[in-house]
T-cell receptor
Framework: KAGVTQTPRYLIKTRGQQVTLSCSPISGHRSVSWYQQTPGQGLQFLFEYFSETQRNKGNFPGRFSGRQFSNSRSEMNVSTLELGDSALYLC??????????FGSGTRLTVV | AQTVTQSQPEMSVQEAETVTLSCTYDTSESDYYLFWYKQPPSRQMILVIRQEAYKQQNATENRFSVNFQKAAKSFSLKISDSQLGDAAMYFCAYKETSGSRLTFGEGTQLTVNP
């Protein structure tokens, strides 16, 4: 079966712009989580969506938001981009306790 | 809050040899899940092995096994017969029984020498 698909793979944006990243989970998985990976902070949890509802949220400013659609696909939005938002953004889908499958990530560069 | 610590930023091993990566964690929960993930240069996080805290038996997956010491809050990964393809960043991760939030350690960069 198809894995977790994230688009786009690479993105370059200018400070102050906004960006939307997309994640399609494995078919049948209703939970989608997002993580930010940076060399300095490591892997940090952003938020989790389950059946179109945000179920959990990490410690990130309100500029980071997300949503989930009825087909479980999820989008993550970052508004008013800052240089520090440059990171690899990873999406994961799975079933509780069984381990989570990650996508290949979106590499966001803010210039 | 739960924390996960990987005290070895880098490790190296000779091909066909055995290497052990260390992980400790802190939690007040009695039941939880622990994972090891591998991240090669392709960036995709790949699940290597999982352990349920209420199970006494250490998990194994082919050449990969864990040493789970619940009282010591230790969860080390042993890779036997190391292969060149095992070279990657390895992350230890903790998850409570509810929700999907994974708490990751800092990672250990494993080099496999031919």
């Amino acid at each position: 079966k198809a894995g977790v698909t994230q688009t786009p793979r690479y993105l370059i944006k200018t400070r102050g712009q906004q960006v939307t990243l997309s994640c399609s989970p494995i078919s049948g998985h209703r939970s989608v989580s997002w993580y930010q990976q940076t060399p300095g902070q490591g892997l940090q949890f952003l938020f989790e969506y389950f059946s179109e509802t945000q179920r959990n949220k990490g410690n990130f400013p309100g500029r980071f938001s997300g949503r989930q659609f009825s087909n479980s696909r999820s989008e993550m939005n970052v508004s008013t981009l800052e240089l520090g938002d440059s990171a690899l953004y990873l999406c994961a889908s799975g079933r509780q306790g069984y381990g989570y499958t990650f996508g290949s990530g979106t590499r966001l560069t803010v210039v | 809050a739960q924390t996960v610590t990987q005290s070895q930023p880098e490790m190296s091993v000779q091909e066909a040899e055995t290497v052990t990566l260390s992980c400790t964690y802190d939690t007040s929960e009695s039941d939880y899940y622990l994972f090891w993930y591998k991240q090669p240069p392709s960036r995709q996080m790949i699940l290597v092995i999982r352990q349920e805290a209420y199970k006494q038996q250490n998990a194994t997956e082919n050449r990969f096994s864990v040493n789970f010491q619940k009282a010591a809050k230790s969860f080390s990964l042993k890779i036997s017969d190391s292969q060149l393809g095992d070279a990657a960043m390895y992350f230890c991760a903790y998850k409570e029984t509810s929700g999907s939030r994974l708490t990751f350690g800092e990672g250990t960069q494993l080099t496999v020498n031919p």
